[in-house]
């Protein structure tokens, strides 16, 4: 038996995100998702809310917050205040598939 663990991830997503996680099951690299090919996640709500309000002004901005479930083994490297914001987490793109969205 292997025992996994898991994080929470928060991420902030802009509403075509949403759609084609919903959509696909899963998460998915690329544009017009993100700049990054895998996907950052935050520790806490609170900095997923603040990247948020970081990213107001880019084209198809984020307009909410998801949370998701994520291996500790798909977590590629950890970022202590990303972007001077929050602590944060990459998951890479061939680790995509592992995340599951929360729905609460």
Sequence with gaps: CILVHNAIG????????LE????TG???????YTTYTGKWFTTTQEGAESFK????NWNNPPT???KANIPDDAIER??????GI?????VAPENLKLIRL???
């Design 64 to 66: 909410q917050i998801i």
């Design 53 to 56: 309000g970081k990213m107001k």
């Design 86 to 90: 929050s602590d944060s987490f990459y």
């Design 10 to 17: 928060y991420r902030a997503v802009s509403d075509a995100e």
């Design 102 to 104: 929360i729905v609460e």
């Design 20 to 23: 084609d996680i919903v959509k």
């Design 26 to 32: 899963m998460f998915r690299q690329g544009d017009p």
């Design 78 to 83: 950890f970022s202590k205040k990303h972007d």
